[in-house]
């Protein structure tokens, strides 16, 4: 079955209230870096951008996002919140759960959230989500903040390039299409965006975590730290009980379970 990604399809899922404003294109350096340059022209709040095919798509820490042509999702959805109390990184934690929620609707593998931003499926990474801003130059307000998503949707292990296959996993859902799936995404998004508070949103994250509870590892300053993930605050950063017994609040960067390595 072909599964183009078609703005008329989306919204035909879509829930009808929303007020969305879709862009659907076939091929982008970076959804995320497109929606930016929107913003210089006024492109409103909830505008989304979607593509078929990155050509620089990105990832945190300066890393390239894998955005192969027809199997995956890339997304960007542009916020001008006048609640801005809802920091990039609790945008980030917002859209983790929509993609957490819509993964449990189509899929018989429950899906985990690793802190912060990424999304695994049977101990692969299938979703990233990257939170960028913009701020005002005169008051240096922030202003625009845009959430990219990548989902892994029918990429075949084989096409992910060199150590990525190891990492790196496919949604593979049943019978459900990519506009359906985006749609979803976009619904799920909206409902927490509107009406979720804080408490409500990190209850429910941290019902995804797979770090809570496990021993991680983590950089920062140049020094390796080890301890336990404990919780998960009202900011979204993550509280780890260190081996030296004090207590840590990471703000960001990553962090290993097992053997893995972590950057912070
Ligand atoms: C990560 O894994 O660190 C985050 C990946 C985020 C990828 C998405 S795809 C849509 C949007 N455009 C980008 O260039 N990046 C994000």
């Not at 997304?75 to 859209?95: E, F, G, Q, R």
């Not at 976009?186 to 995804?208: A, G, V």
């Not at 998960?232 to 609040?249: C, F, R």
């Amino acid at each position: 079955m072909a599964d183009n990604i078609i703005k008329e399809e989306i919204l035909s899922f879509i829930d009808k209230a929303s007020s969305y404003d879709v862009i659907v294109l076939k091929t982008v350096n970076s959804t995320n870096s497109y929606i930016k340059k929107l913003t210089k022209d006024d492109a409103p709040h909830e505008t989304v951008v979607i593509a078929d095919k990155q050509t620089e798509g990105r990832g945190r820490l300066g890393r390239e996002f894998f955005s192969p042509e027809g199997t995956g999702i890339y997304m960007s959805i542009l916020l001008k919140p006048d609640k801005i109390s809802l920091n990039p990184s609790l945008l980030t934690v917002a859209a983790g759960v929509a993609v957490c929620r819509t993964i449990k609707s189509i899929s018989k593998t429950p899906p985990a959230i690793k802190w912060v931003n990424d999304i695994f499926l049977s101990g692969k990474k299938v979703c990233g989500i990257l939170a960028e801003s913009t701020a005002d130059s005169k008051t240096g307000t922030i202003n625009n903040i845009i959430v990219g998503i990548g989902l892994n949707v029918t990429t075949p292990s084989s096409v992910f390039p060199g150590k990525l296959s190891d990492i790196a996993v496919s949604l593979f859902p049943e019978n459900t299409i990519r506009n359906k799936i985006i749609a979803n995404i976009i619904d799920e998004f909206k409902r927490i965006y509107d009406f979720c508070d804080k408490e409500c949103l990190i209850e429910e994250y941290k019902s995804y975590s797979c770090v809570l509870g496990k021993k991680i590892s983590f950089t920062k300053g140049g020094e390796t730290f080890a301890g336990i993930a404990t919780d998960i605050n009202m900011e979204g950063n993550l509280i780890v009980k260190l081996e030296n017994g004090k207590t840590i609040t990471l703000k960001s960067g990553e962090v290993s379970l097992g053997s893995e390595n972590f950057v912070g």
